[in-house]
């Protein structure tokens, strides 16, 4: 079973700010199997990128994803006031087929 | 668009069986996509519970497989989960979300229905 190690565990930014979240796997996990989500106290998570890099329907442009074989990030450019939140990357594993979690990094004002 | 709503009893004894309905509306459950379970124990991270597609395979975390049954109800456009033998460490709020073939990610999420194992 593939690990997912988001950090940091806590991110302290301004508004306008840049954010940088990573998300580390324990072995290599193809791009395509990549994604990431944010979720507001009392919400469902909701997606923002899948396949690595690739924008959900609706997703501002100021967040976007990069990263490959075990390393990937998360970049807000600009913080906006909605922005602070919990961010978790997931991955799917095909042997056997499975989704896993990281354990989330808490985006918060500074 | 699609919108998914959770139901089922918010209190299951321990030894019990949680049951939980998601009614899916605005699409088909026979759409080419994945439908699966996430649940999440308070103040805790997510974990993936299964999904099936419509065409009746079903895919569930090894941790639970032995007491998960995913199902669905094409007539109702709903999907079901049960989970047997619980404890309070299955204490969570479940929900049910799309996984859209060659997403592997979940793009529409329920709003989530809490679920407590006590006597």
């Known amino acids: 079973e593939i690990v997912l190690t988001q950090s940091p565990g806590t991110l302290s930014l301004s508004p306008g700010e840049r954010a940088t979240l990573s998300c580390r796997a324990s072995?290599?996990?193809?791009?395509?199997?990549l994604a990431w989500y944010q979720q507001k106290p009392g919400q469902a998570p909701r997606l923002l990128i899948y396949?690595?890099?690739n924008r959900a329907t609706g997703i501002p442009d100021r967040f976007s994803g990069s990263g490959s074989g075990t390393d990937f990030t998360l970049t807000i450019s600009r913080l906006e006031p909605e922005d602070f939140a919990l961010y978790y990357c997931?991955?799917?594993?095909?042997?056997?087929?499975?989704?896993?979690f990281g354990q989330g990094t808490k985006l918060e004002i500074k | 668009q699609v919108q998914l709503q959770e139901s089922g009893p918010g209190l299951v004894k321990p030894s019990g069986t949680l049951s939980l309905t998601c009614a899916v509306s605005?699409?088909?459950?026979?759409?080419?996509?994945?439908w699966g379970w996430v649940r999440q124990p308070p103040g805790m991270g997510l974990e993936w519970i299964g999904d099936l597609y419509h065409g009746g395979t079903t895919n569930y975390n090894p941790s639970l497989k032995s007491r998960v049954t995913i199902s669905l109800d094409k007539s109702k456009n709903q999907i079901s989960l049960k989970l047997s033998s619980v404890t309070a460490a299955d204490t969570a709020v479940y929900y049910c979300a799309r996984l859209p073939f060659y997403y592997y990610a979940m793009d529409v999420w329920g709003q989530g229905t809490t679920v407590t194992v006590s006597s």
């Open positions: 396949g690595a890099s």
């Open positions: 997931q991955q799917y594993g095909s042997s056997p087929p499975m989704y896993t």
């Open positions: 072995q290599s996990v193809s791009s395509s199997y």
């Open positions: 605005g699409g088909s459950i026979s759409s080419n996509n994945w």
